[in-house]
């Protein structure tokens, strides 16, 4: 059966029964025995359930006869530790549990997850066929407190804990604003903390071999830290940051395998390496000078596209991911100038201030409202990464393009009804100029007055590309800031190997002018001519690409942006 990419899997012996490709992690399961009770946090549709799954059926007694076919070509398969297939697997994940309007209903939601689990157990594990059944409707503590029990009387295999998303409806009740519920939850007394004790309990007795906790957001077991105070948070230990996401290498060997199976036309494949990179590399989680990581689940969006259809998605940003910009508007909805600012600042310079020390002390839920910390909150969703020291930013153009948009929603920009025309002309005909006049006519004509006080050439060149990917994405493809030895170029329109604009290449440079620098340059802009700095500029990168490219049909623009009154396209060669 030939591999295949199979987007949104993340059953790991499916994935294996199913021939899927699969990227090798499991070397860290290796790692993590060193840790205990290991804590790692990462962004939404990082890969964290099948990691979670791996761990299950590694360590899993029932599947030792399936090791062999689960494990054998893998890194762990051809070493094992010697603990697989060693213990009983209670895997729970907390995503599936209903934030209700009542502590009570919190806890019948809870209790009929775990519950129901450890019930299931008795009936799975031939071990435990003899233990004392589990009454659903006691407290969850006390249900696993049974089972830790039997297993320590008995001698039996110790108890593998896994808690996927453990704080996905903790976080819901956070962002509704129901701080009251929020504090009954996390509350001494409560059931949430006192589950957590008794997995402390179970860690003293060693009748739970481990722990293995993922979540997106810190703050809840910050609140939860004296009910489980032994645990070790890898979130932010340079050790593990390649744990999850994928590396470069590993990118790339993953589509090499793509493109060999599928029997892909291999003359694209830089082409697709780089679109790839373009959109969805750029996450730095632990240090800036170190190697970025790519979003996995992007990457496998984009594959599983590209094997069934041959071709370069038409939307390359997965839908799913857009869900991440409600995010935006439950964390600043009690003041929506503080969303504007934040979207703002974003958009116009992809660039905002941090504490480093916020992002590394633990910080509970009434700082996760204060705006000094939205920049730290968004680190840990997935939608800012470390730009150096001292400034986080937008990660790639698939974070980019879903700001622009909540950028465009914000201000009640027209995106949508205006510009069919514009489009539909360029896509017949290729006319920058015709198409950047298109843009600053109806997009540029709607931005508030006090945008253009803030302006630079990131915001235009941003907003033009977000603009253009709606409408031309059928036949083009961009790249922002590409990386050559000559620098990083603006923008670079790339026409799809498989559409009738094959080969072609533009590159783009913007120079942005205030109002104030415009009439201190005495000249119209009728009259500006181009700069000669600017021209030797484009022509570095355009020699950059034509090494990479030589069959490309190459074209240069630099496009001067004047404050808020017009602009002038110039085509160098």
């Known amino acids: 059966m030939k591999k295949r990419i199979l987007y949104g899997i993340a059953n790991y012996a499916e994935l294996v029964e199913?021939?899927?490709?699969?990227?090798?992690?499991?070397?860290?399961?290796a790692e993590l025995e060193m840790v205990n009770n290991p804590v790692f946090?990462?962004?939404?549709?990082?890969?964290?359930?099948?990691?979670?799954?791996?761990?299950?059926?590694?360590?899993?007694?029932?599947?030792?006869?399936?090791?062999?076919?689960?494990?054998?070509?893998?890194?762990?398969g051809q070493h094992p530790t010697g603990k697989q297939n060693s213990c009983f697997i209670l895997h729970l994940n907390f995503s599936v549990i209903e934030p209700g309007k009542t502590l009570d209903a919190i806890e019948r939601s809870f209790k009929g997850h775990c519950n129901y689990l450890i019930k299931y157990m008795r009936n799975e594990y031939a071990l435990l066929k003899n233990m004392p059944e589990i009454d659903t409707d006691a407290p969850v503590s006390d249900c696993?407190?049974?089972?830790?029990?039997?297993?320590?009387?008995?001698?039996?295999?110790?108890?593998?804990?896994?808690?996927?998303?453990?704080?996905?409806?903790?976080?819901?009740?956070?962002?509704?604003?129901?701080?009251?519920?929020?504090?009954?939850?996390?509350?001494?007394?409560?059931?949430?903390k006192t589950f957590f004790k008794t997995l402390k309990q179970g860690r003293e007795t060693q009748s739970i071999a481990n722990v293995f906790i993922t979540g997106v957001l810190p703050i809840t077991m910050d609140d939860m830290a004296s009910g489980f105070n032994v645990a070790t948070f890898l979130t932010l230990d340079p050790q593990f940051e390649n744990m999850l996401g994928f590396t470069q290498a590993e990118t790339d060997t993953l589509v090499d395998a793509v493109f060999q199976d599928q029997e892909l036309d291999p003359t694209t494949r830089s082409e697709v390496g780089t679109l790839m990179k373009n959109q969805y590399n750029g996450y730095h989680l632990i240090s800036s000078d170190e190697e970025s990581l790519y979003n996995s689940t992007s990457v496998l969006y984009f594959l599983n596209w590209l094997q069934n259809h041959k071709t370069i998605p038409k939307h390359l940003t997965d839908l799913n991911l857009k869900t991440d910009i409600s995010w935006v508007r439950r964390l600043t909805a009690s003041n929506p100038a503080l969303t504007e600012e934040f979207v703002n600042r974003l958009t116009l310079h992809n660039s905002i201030a941090f504490d480093d020390t916020f992002l590394?002390?633990?910080?509970?839920?009434?700082?996760?409202f204060e705006p000094s910390f939205f920049p730290i909150s968004f680190f840990y969703l997935g939608m800012l990464t470390r730009k150096d020291d001292f400034f986080l930013c937008l990660p790639n153009m698939?974070?980019?393009?879903?700001?622009?948009?909540?950028?465009?929603?914000?201000?009640?920009i027209d995106?949508?009804?205006?510009?069919?025309?514009?489009?539909?002309?360029?896509?017949?005909?290729?006319?920058?100029?015709?198409?950047?006049?298109?843009?600053?006519?109806?997009?540029?004509?709607?931005?508030?007055?006090?945008?253009?006080?803030?302006?630079?050439?990131?915001?235009?060149?941003?907003?033009?590309?977000?603009?253009c990917s709606r409408f031309l994405s059928r036949w083009f493809v961009w790249h922002v800031e590409r990386s050559y030895p000559q620098g990083r170029s603006d923008l670079e329109f790339v026409g799809k190997y498989n559409e009738k604009y094959a080969g072609l290449r533009w590159v783009v440079e913007f120079k942005y002018f205030s109002n104030a620098e415009l009439r201190k340059m005495k000249t119209s802009i009728e009259d500006f001519q181009v700069r000669v700095e600017d021209t030797e500029q484009i022509n570095g990168y355009a020699e950059g690409l034509r090494v990479e490219y030589p069959k490309a049909e190459i074209s240069k623009f630099v496009i001067y942006c004047f404050g808020n009154q017009g602009f002038r396209v110039f085509q160098t060669g």
């Open 398 to 412: 698939n974070m980019r393009t879903i700001f622009v948009q909540y950028f465009n929603e914000i201000h009640h």
């Open 144 to 192: 696993l407190g049974k089972l830790i029990s039997y297993i320590k009387k008995y001698e039996l295999p110790p108890l593998y804990i896994i808690i996927d998303e453990y704080d996905n409806f903790a976080n819901q009740l956070v962002t509704a604003n129901k701080d009251q519920l929020y504090r009954e939850l996390t509350a001494d007394n409560g059931f949430f």
């Open 415 to 467: 995106v949508s009804t205006r510009y069919a025309e514009i489009m539909q002309a360029f896509a017949n005909q290729p006319n920058l100029e015709q198409l950047f006049s298109g843009y600053w006519r109806e997009y540029v004509s709607q931005l508030p007055e006090a945008i253009f006080q803030q302006v630079n050439e990131n915001f235009y060149r941003t907003t033009f590309y977000e603009l």
């Open 360 to 368: 590394v002390e633990k910080f509970n839920m009434y700082q996760f």
């Open 18 to 29: 199913k021939n899927g490709y699969f990227v090798d992690k499991t070397s860290w399961l």
């Open 41 to 76: 946090l990462r962004p939404r549709r990082f890969g964290k359930s099948l990691l979670c799954s791996i761990l299950n059926h590694y360590y899993d007694l029932n599947t030792a006869d399936r090791f062999s076919e689960l494990f054998g070509p893998t890194w762990i």
